[in-house]
């Protein structure tokens, strides 16, 4: 594919890692730019896998001020006011994300989101966002979708001791090995917009409630105009009756979507650190794959909840659209 | 990891850092390489959890101090290890001392967390566990039909003779046809007296790879069903002399002496690159004269080192050679290395998740949320729409010998097997214990320490050879042995049967052992029907590793049988949903011990033994 070879240096480090995927798919890595915007403690530990698996550059977003929560979950940031003072939080992490691997470009990027434009996101080849109001990851995911390179987009949040990840490859080709032979395949991705849409009945009896739950507390927060996470028990109430109108409007039972799912989303608003590190693992490998175009990337949600151990993934995508 | 502010934890960890273990180990830097990991992720953590109390050890988990007393002021103790052998000793002192394991391992994108706890679920040993995998003597000497063979010949059979220690006994020149051949030959090898190097390197190369083949190819049994190899001469594949080659020689190529390398020399710079024959052969010739021009004293010591440029670059050349002769295809030194090394891939990713996995049971445990305890696998595809897939742990086996003291039975010929024969290849090779107690009833047949006298070592070391009927509290037919491991607190009851005779083949340590299962490693032979012995690919039995990766899981093939939440045998997809209070951090936890004992660089390696028995599928090992 290229003709440049991987330094020296480059194969004694990742020596481990070229005997799971290849040198190829190393050096697409070494090319990669990635954009990372919202950083609490899942993103902080997809962020130290991907520098360690050698991508060609980080940029982190996230212009808020270090505190006690910021640094509980956020194992990127030291617990000493002598080292964070004075800077964000996308500071503090570019400083310790370097830190882990010299040969990736790590920096920061002031400002907001939102109004950034296409040219902007075209520096990028993947793009993540946590922590943001579902307008916002329409509107990122838009305008990555809008540029003639493929941007691959991912949105990623932890509550309480759960965790989503949503992912966008667009129309992604890949190569997977079955038995001994390699097999081209490829896979169209709905927007994130059009995920969400999707209506509740057209998904299986059996798909994760933390979707349901999820959507419901996102259009909450969306409604009521609060910062992602910017909730309590005191929203208890309406929250539910929220419940019960999307339901209805889904033609859905309302005890599809349990209440005591939806108060302990309310109650736990920190991260839980190994769910940090479990589904930034998770987001970490989705991330390589789409890179390096090998292995199958899971599409398009996946969830992991400690109460039944299990991670999931769910395929929301409208049947009309689907095309494989 | 862990943000519980009463914490204390000690780490045991007796290996040094590598560069290669930075792409995943993310708490030691460039810096770091040569240092001890216990200490430097002691250090690591403070600076991130400054009030947790950890203590670092910079030892072998295996060592005497860290005995049951010691394994006893823990609520839980979390393994991160890299060879049966340490996690099946770890497991006995857990049992001993009672106190909840968290088992993990991880190969690429696999990897599993698992629970046990005494008397609540099985032990690590209940399930068998894959052994080592080993080669038939005549498939790495006569009959190689895959390019790990051949390595096995290049490094434990050619390294070994050229370089390794000269008293070793070493098979290279056993052959299926007569030997009569062999006393002459032993001097083959040796370097005669002012014997110029290219000209010795070339007779050594004529000798393993023409002359050797030629006789081997004239036994006409051998290669009834087979194609027979091809003999190689030196001047057949370079007929110019090695100094006047032109083309990729780098001439201006200063040879560092730290750095010794054949690669360099001859620039072929990417380890990526399969070699051609004769690229292998330059090599082959480069590196041999490089040993002896560089590194002369340590030839007649030396044993394979895969972080030995040199030696890899040998073995790969050395093998590369064999497999042209047999027609096996060639591989890259990045390949080579691999297989010679029993290198286990990892990445970052994988290992994250397992790590928060283990902390997730890890709280669990401490929180004493029995019913909540799980073995999760961390799957590379999508089974039953899961990536990640946890399982109830099963009842103990009553069978397993470890944790509810079933005796074993033990077929043997007590006239004609001594006592050493039993301790070999039946207490050690088997069960592990590797300091054992000898019972006969109340009468001491063997024991180890440092506390023996002259007069106990004489009588025990004149016990080993005897045989068994006639030991000074004889053993034949009906007799109860009990073999002890004093460290591990473990007793084993072993019923002794007679048998006069065992099938040489099927049975060549005359012996067999029952009530205790081996998972037998994938041959991938039918040969080894006609073989008394086996080699293995590094040979060390304390480094089980699997020499191929675990591709265990078939997808989509799982069978789910729904049960009720309770420990039966079988198994049960997860439990009923209930609150888990897993964020209260007021409460005052006291120690954790994590253990982390890489031999080698080598990472931890996945068992994927339950998933087996679920799908009845064996592992494809290649």
Known sequence: MDGEELTEQETALYDRQIRVWGADAQ???????????????????????????????LTLM????????AWSANFLIPPDENVYGGKTIAEVCCDSLKDFNPMVRVSVEKGDLSSLDGEFYDKFDVVVVSCCSVTTKKLINEKCRKLSKRVAFYTVDCRDSCGEIFVDLQNHKYSKQKIEETIECQLRYPSFEEAISVPWRALPRKASKLYFALRVLEQFEEAEGRSPGEISIADLPAVLKL?????????????????????????????????????????????????????????????????????????VSSPKKESK | MVSERQLEAIKIDMDTIEVSNLNRQFLFRQSHVGQSKAKVARDAVLKFRPQMSITAHHANVKDPKFNVEFFKQFNVVLNGLDNLDARRHVNRLCLAADVPLVESGTTGFLGQVTVHVKGKTECYECQPKPAPKTYPVCTITSTPSKFVHCIVWAKDLLFAKLFGDKNQENDLNVRSSDASSSAHAEDVFVRRKDEDIDQY????????????????????????????????????????????????????????????????????????????????????????????????????????????????????????????SFGISLHSLFEAKGIAGNIVHAVATTNAIIAGLIVIEAIKVLLKDTDKYRMTYCLEHITKKMLLMPVEPYEPNKSCYVCSETPLSLEINTSRSKLRD??????????????????HGSNLLYEVGDDLDEVEVANYAANLEKVLSQLPSPVTNGTMLTVEDLQQELTCNINIKHREEFDEEKEPDGMLLSGWTQAPPAKDDKQ????????????????????????????????????????????????????????????????????????DDDDDVVMFDDLDSMTNKKKRLQ
């Not at chain 2, 590196?287 to 560089?294: E, H, I, M, R, V």
């Not at chain 2, 309770?566 to 949903?577: F, T, V, Y």
Request: glycine fraction near 8%.
């Open chain 1, 27 to 57: 050096r697409r890595l070494s090319k990669s730019h990635i954009l990372v915007c919202g950083m609490k403690g899942t993103v902080a530990e997809f962020c130290k896998n991907i520098v360690l698996a050698g991508v060609g550059s």
């Open chain 1, 62 to 69: 996230d212009d808020r001020v270090v505190t006690e929560e």
């Open chain 1, 243 to 315: 419940k019960k109108e999307l339901c209805e409007a889904n033609a859905l039972n309302a005890s599809h979507v349990t209440d005591s799912l939806l108060e302990r989303l309310i109650i736990g608003t920190r991260e839980f650190t190994p769910v940090c590190a479990v589904v930034g693992g998770i987001l970490g490998q989705e991330v390589i794959k789409a890179i390096s175009c090998k292995g199958e990337p899971l599409k398009n949600f996946f969830f992991f909840d400690i109460m039944d151990g299990k991670g999931v993934v769910e395929d």
């Open chain 2, 201 to 324: 390197g070339r007779r050594i190369y004529d000798h393993v790879f023409g002359y050797n083949i030629e006789v081997a190819s004239s036994n006409e049994e051998t290669w009834k069903n087979r194609n027979r190899p091809k003999p190689i001469y030196s001047a057949d594949v370079m007929p110019e002399n090695l100094t006047e080659q032109n083309g990729n020689v780098a001439k201006n190529c200063v040879v560092d002496t730290s750095s010794v390398s054949a690669m360099a020399s001859l620039g072929l710079k990417n380890p990526q690159d399969t070699w051609t024959l004769l690229e292998s052969s330059r090599i082959f010739l480069e590196a041999l004269k490089l040993f002896f021009a560089k590194r002369e004293k340590e030839i007649g010591n030396l044993s394979f080192d895969k972080d030995d440029q040199l030696a890899v670059e040998f073995v790969t050349a050395a093998a590369n050679i064999r497999a042209a």
């Open chain 2, 422 to 439: 039993f301790v070999e290849k039946i207490v050690k090779a088997k069960l592990g214990i590797n300091f054992p107690l000898i019972m």
């Open chain 2, 528 to 599: 080894s029907m006609n073989d008394k012995q086996s080699i293995g690919n590094g040979g060390d039995s304390s480094n089980a590793l699997q020499t191929e990766p675990a591709d265990a899981v078939k997808d989509g093939e799982m069978e789910e049988i729904s049960e009720p939440s309770g420990k039966k045998r079988k198994l049960s997809e997860g439990s009923k949903a209930s609150i888990l209070d897993a964020t209260d951090g007021t409460r005052n936890h006291k120690e954790v011990e994590k253990l982390d004992d890489d031999d």
